[in-house]
């Protein structure tokens, strides 16, 4: 069985660099416009966090 790749970044944002950026950064990087999705489903691990943190994938960002 291959193994899968793991891509990871963190949220932490910058004036150069928000968090939205951050994200396709890692969608382009981890080629997720390649796959096949017609007729197959998918999911999408989504962790709605806890008050005053920010370190999750935020719903409407998935949604982008």
Not at 8 to 35: G, M, P, W, Y
Request: include cysteine.
């Amino acid at each position: 069985m291959d193994t899968s790749k793991v891509y990871f970044t963190d949220f932490s944002a910058t004036a150069n660099c928000n968090l939205l950026q951050k994200l396709e950064k890692l969608v382009k990087k981890a080629r997720i416009e390649t796959i096949d999705f017609n007729n197959k489903f998918t999911a999408i691990k989504i962790h709605f966090g806890e008050p005053g943190n920010i370190s999750y994938l935020r719903p409407n960002y998935a949604k982008v």
